[in-house]
């Protein structure tokens, strides 16, 4: 018989304070020494692992070039280093919690286009489970070798960032050959993906805004931006429109794949968002507003951050710190920067002032992104002071307010509608399901069952 497993509450996970203080001293102390050490699932949280202080950046207004404050949830510190980490372990538990997954017997298979699948392999094999990861074939090397070394299996689909039809193509084959012993634990369908950024994600930049509030003189959360993926993360939105009433959730997706501004579709460079369909967890009619973001105008941006000259120009050229500019080289991934591009053009949008804040999420590091800026390098040239001020001119500090939509009435019942194609042509759902995500209560009742699943992992560990 498996030993019960030692799991976190989603109340533990947004605030780590509270658990117990022998779990908590040696879940710190592992953090370094132990990282695959199953008691770290008790670090996957917004909070800094020394101070305990919420992990985010306030970008220096001399790069956004806007009067309102954008503010970054930091991501790296999760374990594996990204916050997807935190949704492979809500999806993993709350099915354990309700008996529907064996250590002993099931295979975990997590699809995705990167950070969540990192997230999965870590997590089944912290949690006692075999893992496997579908990705597609064309994401970056640093990507695989991070699953590699967590220990789980891959299976590489064709294409790259927005080929997921083939990624659940792989996922029904696994299912309907191996009934028995293969899991699906799918981001883009499952709750618990949803719930995790709403209840932890969403808390966490709630009580945030006080400290916000006190250093720099802000009030609220004016407006909310997160690009799509799976649209786990902008989940985090439903809980601060909840608090703030005024605020704005802006999605995002890629100029070269727009399947929510205008039914477009095409390949991408913006790894971890974008996949060609709308998601089964993704509230659009909860939406305010929508840009696309240039892939290209990312990987440029995530260039200057992440080279010495261009770090050396932030200090030189605009007054960024040196201990702001080095941390820029770090907090930020390709997917980091198009929310920052978002929550400029949104401030823009919205003509947003002093008083106002917008928030959004560096969602992993630039670690996992050498190769492709090795690429940079090669295709688009190398890196000097003129290169990094005419980027930091052009895509930021003048970024457009082109390739935006309101979420009008009739724009979030065509979002809502774009998911017919996928989930009940193709994957099985029913109408009336589909229908059912109209209702405000179909989405306050998965929010409630938070409370629940904390209730099942407490009784879980006696």
Known sequence: MTNPLLAPTFEELLHPNTVDPAIRAKADAARETRPLDPINLFNMHWKQPKTGATNYFVVPKALTGVDAEIVMLVAREFPTGSHKVGPAYSCMIEKYVRGELDRDRHTLVFPSTGNYGIGGAWV???????????????????????????????????????????????????????PDTVRILNQFAEMGNYRFHYHVTGNTAVELEAELSAKLGTHGISAYCSAMGSAGTIAAGDRLKQVFGDCKVVGLEPTQCPTLYNNGYGSHEIQGIGDKHVTWIHHVTNMDGLACIDDMECLRILHVFTHEAGAEALV????VSEADAERMTHIFGISGICNLIGAIKTARHYGLGKKDVVLSIATDGADRYHSVMGWMEEKHGSMDATVARTRIGGILRHQKTDWFRDGTPDERRRWHNLKYYTWVEQQGKTVKELNDQLDPEWWLGHQAMVAETDRRIRALRG
Not at 316 to 319: A, R, V
């Open 316 to 319: 030189k050229h605009y007054g």
């Open 124 to 178: 089944s094999g912290r949690a006692g489970f075999k893992g496997m990861v579908i990705l597609p074939e064309g994401m970056s090397r640093e990507r695989f070798e991070k699953i590699e070394s967590y220990g789980a299996g891959i299976i590489k689909t064709y294409g790259s960032e927005s080929n997921v039809k083939e990624i659940y193509d792989e996922c029904n084959r696994l299912s309907r050959e191996q």
